[in-house]
């Protein structure tokens, strides 16, 4: 099974700042990567898919990129509403698809 | 506009079973795969099942394989997931999600507590 490894576990950061999530996988998976948004109490929210393509509605702020076994999560400058979980998740084994653990984003 | 709606979640004891079901409404539910995906309180994702279009093949993380089973009914628009032999370690809010490679819509989710 295709394991994925996010970091940092969690982060601490303030409004305006740009942050960086990074999602490695234990074997090439191409672009079969997406990253999707938690906030508590809610389903998750995709972002992006394809290691790079932002979804419909989503703001430009975020960005993605990577191919292979390593990828990151951009923001470029956070917004209040940013403040949630993140994972990755790779589909290269589709439809077995995995996660990563989740990256907690966090006020500072 | 695209709902799913999951129900049937509850309380149930360890070694019983429980079926949770997903209504799905606002695209043509027929022409998607379907997945679940549970989340234990306070931890993160976990795949669980998947079912093509048509319910002709499923597949299951290593988990649940054996116990439980993904199936659908595309003249009702809905999915399910029968869960028998539970665990305390099944306590989990599942999820239902229409499948394009990514997950793209994704229900409210339904908590299952195992628990005597």
């Known amino acids: 099974a295709i394991q994925l490894t996010q970091s940092p576990s969690s982060l601490s950061a303030s409004i305006g700042d740009r942050v960086t999530i990074t999602c490695r996988a234990s074997?090439?998976?191409?672009?079969?990567l997406a990253w999707y948004q938690q906030k508590p109490g809610k389903a998750p929210k995709v972002l992006i898919s394809?290691?790079?393509s932002l979804e419909r509605g989503v703001p430009s702020r975020f960005s993605g990129s990577g191919s292979g076994t390593d990828f990151t999560l951009t923001i470029s400058s956070l917004q209040p509403e940013d403040f949630a979980t993140y994972y990755c998740?790779?589909?290269?084994?589709?439809?077995?698809?995995?996660f990563g653990q989740g990256t907690k984003l966090e006020i500072k | 506009q695209v709902q799913l709606v999951e129900s049937g979640g509850g309380v149930v004891q360890p070694g019983r079973s429980l079926r949770i079901s997903c209504a799905a409404s606002g695209f043509t539910f027929s022409g998607y795969g379907m997945h679940w995906v549970r989340q234990a309180p306070g931890k993160g994702l976990e795949w669980v099942a998947f079912?093509?279009?048509?319910?002709?093949?499923?597949y299951y993380a290593d988990s649940v394989k054996g116990r439980f089973t993904i199936s659908r009914d595309n003249f009702k628009n809905t999915l399910y997931l029968q869960m028998n032999s539970l665990r305390a370690e099944d306590t989990a809010v599942y999820y239902c999600?229409?499948?394009?490679?990514?997950?793209?819509?994704w229900g409210q989710g339904t908590l299952v507590t195992v628990s005597s």
């Open positions: 394809d290691a790079s």
């Open positions: 074997q090439g998976i191409s672009s079969a």
């Open positions: 998740q790779q589909f290269n084994s589709y439809p077995q698809v995995s």
């Open positions: 079912i093509w279009y048509d319910g002709s093949n499923q």
């Open positions: 999600a229409r499948a394009r490679g990514v997950l793209d819509y």
